[in-house]
């Protein structure tokens, strides 16, 4: 069974200061990782796909990583709007389904 | 694009009564999802279609859920009859092909009494 285990569960940042957040997953193989940002009271919004190990994706302060059995979100220098919650999903091979399995999410706040 | 739109975004009910939450998603999508969002379980997956023919219901909790896609634009999710552990978010999301990511809408609050 395809397991995804975000942590930590909550963390809070003060503006400025930097820090990872962590995707570990475990599936008989990988066809992709998804980051989404989840604002409250609204549907995650998609943020990166990384497809194999080594491979990084940028966008303003965020920039997602990859190895073989997780994915980290690390956030440099964040802002108060950076405050939501993260979630991880893994797409995985095999079956021909293309139904993704999420994390239980990071809850990000960060104080001005 | 207006993306997925769910409606309607509250819904207020009492134990025993019939709910459908509707979903429209996103032109050209070829694949919807139905989710279910609570604080215990996270979002829990609970039917998929593809070119609107449901591929896995494996995660509708038992009969008294049932789902529809009777045309590409549009999916309903019937709870009947509705019990207070049904309380959550349903959401609603749509994609196109393999490997592309899920778009979301914002979600249905569902409160049972």
């Known amino acids: 069974e395809d397991q995804v285990t975000q942590s930590p569960e909550a963390l809070r940042l003060q503006e400025g200061e930097s820090s990872s957040l962590n995707c570990s997953y475990t599936v008989s193989g990988l066809r992709g990782l998804f980051w989404y940002r989840q604002d409250p009271g609204k549907g995650p919004e998609f943020l990166f796909t990384?497809?194999?190990a080594g491979e990084e994706k940028e966008k303003e302060r965020l920039k997602a990583t990859l190895t073989k059995k997780e994915s980290f979100l690390h956030i440099t220098a964040p802002k108060p709007e950076d405050s939501a919650t993260y979630l991880c999903a893994v797409q995985a091979t095999g079956g021909g389904s293309y139904i993704p399995t999420f994390g239980r999410g990071t809850s990000l706040i960060v104080h001005p | 694009d207006a993306g997925v739109i769910q409606s309607p975004r509250h819904e207020v009910t009492e134990m025993g009564q019939e709910v459908t939450l509707r979903c429209k998603p996103i032109s050209g999508h070829n694949s919807l999802f139905w989710y279910r969002q609570t604080m215990m379980r996270g979002l829990e997956l609970l039917i998929y279609?593809?070119?609107?023919?449901?591929?896995?219901d494996s995660g509708m909790p038992e009969d008294r859920f049932s789902a529809k896609m009777p045309n590409a634009s549009f999916s309903t999710l019937k709870i009947q009859p509705s019990e207070p552990r049904d309380s959550a978010v349903y959401f609603c999301?749509?994609?196109?092909?393999?490997?592309?990511?899920?778009?979301f809408g914002n979600g249905t609050r569902l409160t049972v009494t």
């Open positions: 279609f593809n070119n609107n023919v449901p591929i896995d």
């Open positions: 990384l497809y194999s």
């Open positions: 999301a749509s994609s196109w092909g393999a490997n592309s990511p899920l778009h």
